[in-house]
């Protein structure tokens, strides 16, 4: 069984740091990209950042690029999201999902239950 | 970046009857290279993460009872719930996965009525 266990969320105030992590067993983690999405209070689903299976290719939404990095350990089957200079506006659930197949150009077939940032003073 | 436009926002519909939700994408999201459209629906639930339905624009991911269909091609599509049942409310996204970033519609909540 596919899982995807998201952690490390919390109350963090404006300009602060945070880690997310996302813990994924039940398939072969060095066989997918992985992606986080993210969901503001009552809003819609956004993309955050992607990873190539090797970590060695990344991408991000131009909203985060500069502030937020995405990596991974193959060894530890899991995907990290380093989160600095967070604002107001990336207040959101932050969810962790797996692409179908082995390429970034996938939709997204298993998702975590997601973790809860709130940026506020 | 591709823009995806869903509509309605809303809808409620009676039990056993057909929901249509329609999604539009600012742009081609057809390969001409393998002639897939690079469209996905989801369902989300409340207090819930989204679920992937329908892939490549009308493939049923496994388990997916086979009320839900997905059509469309280029920049149109719809997704169909054939017989609208208890369980299948909540909101539902469309997005593409033919460029970077990945964009999702603004979602259609769908009551029963």
């Known amino acids: 069984e596919v899982r995807l266990v998201e952690s490390g969320g919390g109350l963090i105030q404006p300009g602060g740091s945070l880690r997310l992590s996302c813990a994924a067993s039940?398939?072969?983690?060095?066989?997918?990209?992985m992606s986080w999405v993210r969901q503001a209070p009552g809003k819609g689903l956004e993309w955050v950042a992607s990873?190539?299976?090797?970590?060695?290719?990344?991408f991000y939404v131009d909203s985060v690029k500069g502030r937020f990095i995405m990596s991974r350990d193959n060894a530890k089957n899991s995907v990290y999201l380093q989160m600095d200079s967070l604002r107001a506006e990336d207040t959101a659930i932050y969810y962790c999902?797996?692409?179908?197949?082995?390429?970034?150009?996938?939709?997204?077939?298993?998702w975590g239950q997601g973790t809860l940032v709130t940026v506020s003073s | 970046d591709i823009v995806m436009t869903q509509s309605p926002d809303s809808l409620a519909v009676s039990l056993g009857e057909r929901a249509t939700i329609n999604c539009k994408s600012s742009?081609?999201?057809?390969?001409?290279?393998?002639?897939?459209?690079?469209l996905a629906w989801y369902q989300q639930k409340p207090g819930q993460p989204p679920k992937l339905l329908i892939y490549?624009?009308?493939i049923r991911e496994i388990g997916v009872p086979d009320r839900f269909s997905g059509s469309g091609s280029e920049t149109d599509f719809t997704l169909t719930i054939s017989s609208l049942q208890p369980e299948d409310v909540a909101v539902y996204y469309c997005?593409?996965?033919?460029?970077?970033?990945?964009?999702f519609g603004g979602g259609t909540k769908v009551e029963i009525k």
């Open positions: 999902a797996r692409h179908q197949e082995d390429t970034n150009y996938r939709a997204f077939d298993y």
């Open positions: 990873i190539k299976q090797d970590g060695s290719e990344n």
């Open positions: 997005q593409q996965y033919y460029g970077t970033p990945a964009t």
């Open positions: 490549w624009a009308s």
């Open positions: 039940g398939f072969t983690f060095t066989k997918q990209w």
């Open positions: 742009q081609n999201v057809l390969y001409d290279h393998n002639k897939k459209n690079y």
